[in-house]
């Protein structure tokens, strides 16, 4: 494996520090593992992108009930 020096600020080397799931974990590792997260393999379909949209236009036009008041409504059925 060919390797290469990288230069990161001291908060983020604390934060790549914080992500390790043990203490052994490389950087590289880490990194790896971030960058994998990252890529989606399976993209969102236009219909869930569509349907994504239209319960955010139900949010902004105060079309929601909380928790209280599903709960509610299904004790009465």
Do not use: C, F
Not at 12 to 18: D, I, S, T
């Amino acid at each position: 494996m060919t390797s290469t020096t990288i230069k990161i600020d001291v908060e983020l080397k604390g934060r790549l520090n914080a992500l390790k799931v043990h203490p052994r974990e490389s950087y590289n590792e880490v990194i790896e593992r971030l960058a994998e997260m990252a890529i989606d393999e399976e993209p969102l379909s236009e219909e869930t992108i569509q349907r994504i949209e239209e319960s955010l236009e139900d949010l902004r036009a105060g079309r929601v009930y909380t928790l209280e008041e599903v709960m509610a409504e299904l004790k009465e059925e």
